[in-house]
């Protein structure tokens, strides 16, 4: 066991992550490390983000990768991802993070002293227990909610405007989050929609291979529900394209569909 590292940021390319990394090297920490999980399904330019902030922390980013991306995932479990379970983060983020933590933080007297630093914010407190749950042993922090920050993209936007750092293009395009190049299984139909609408090549690539499990695991599986009506059935991409290619706006979808 190598005692390392006690204080360790886990960065997914995204604005909460940096400012929780900013908030973290500028006021807990500065020799903290910062991780980063690829899932190899990343947009090109959340990998020119992360250049910038080793830059403006002058640190290198720890570079963790399983692999296999996503879509192999799927195939090697033989279960698609979708809003309620993600085969895909568990493989690709959290156990191999899990791994290296394990290969690489401080241990004394059995036990891990080490804190681990994530950047969710107050929208996502239910998660809280969960990923204290899965990294028991260690001490999990949560800085954006420590800190009160309840606008953290914002602020994060500041700070990047600051340094002449842009956002990852991702945000400018509509989407929320800068994962799985804008493709996340946990996605509700408006996520999807922004991914049809800016990235159509990058979609149709998605939707070709949700086609291709379909066929392979011989069950009518998608990622995708279609809720209206009052009752929920699968929806494939395809059928969604063309849904949304036809009406070329979601006002077909009531808000509790867009929003699942």
């Known amino acids: 066991m190598n005692d390392l590292y006690r204080h360790v940021i886990f960065l997914s390319g995204g604005l909460n992550s940096f400012l929780s990394a900013w908030l973290v090297i500028k006021n807990i920490n500065s020799d903290a490390v910062l991780v980063f999980?690829?899932?190899?399904?990343?947009?090109?330019?959340?990998?020119?983000?992360?250049?910038?902030?080793?830059?403006?922390?002058?640190k290198k980013i720890i570079w963790l990768q399983?692999?296999?991306?996503?879509?192999?995932?799927?195939?090697?479990?033989?279960?698609?991802?979708?809003?309620?379970?993600?085969?895909?983060?568990?493989?690709?983020?959290r156990e191999i993070s899990k791994k290296w933590?394990?290969?690489?933080?401080?241990?004394?007297?059995?036990?891990?002293?080490?804190?681990?630093?994530?950047?969710?914010?107050?929208t996502e407190a239910h998660r809280i227990l969960k990923i204290?749950?899965?990294?028991?042993?260690?001490?999990?922090r949560f800085p954006l909610i420590e800190n009160n920050i309840f606008n953290p993209k914002e602020e994060a936007k500041i700070?990047?405007?600051?340094?002449?750092?842009?956002?990852?293009?991702?945000?400018?395009?509509?989407?929320?989050?800068?994962?799985?190049?804008g493709f996340c299984v946990k996605s509700g139909h408006g996520g999807f929609?922004?991914?049809?609408k800016n990235l159509p090549e990058r979609y149709a690539y998605h939707e070709n291979k949700e086609n291709e499990f379909r066929n392979y695991i011989g069950k009518n599986v998608t990622i995708m529900r279609d809720g209206r009506e009052g009752k929920t059935k699968p929806l494939t991409m395809s059928e969604f394209r063309m849904r949304f290619c036809t009406n070329n706006n979601l006002d077909l979808f009531n808000k509790k569909t867009i929003e699942r």
Not at 193 to 196: F, G, Q, R
Request: charged share 25%; glycine share 6%; aromatic share 16%.
């Open 159 to 181: 700070i990047l405007k600051y340094y002449n750092i842009e956002i990852p293009r991702l945000y400018k395009m509509g989407f929320h989050h800068n994962n799985c190049g």
């Open 37 to 58: 999980c690829d899932t190899k399904n990343e947009d090109e330019d959340l990998y020119r983000f992360l250049n910038d902030i080793e830059i403006l922390f002058n």
């Open 193 to 196: 929609a922004t991914l049809l």
């Open 66 to 93: 399983e692999g296999r991306d996503i879509w192999q995932v799927f195939f090697d479990v033989r279960i698609l991802g979708n809003s309620r379970i993600d085969p895909c983060s568990r493989i690709l983020k």
């Open 101 to 122: 933590a394990k290969n690489n933080c401080y241990f004394k007297n059995n036990e891990y002293k080490t804190e681990l630093y994530f950047g969710i914010d107050w």
């Open 132 to 140: 204290q749950n899965n990294w028991d042993g260690f001490i999990a």
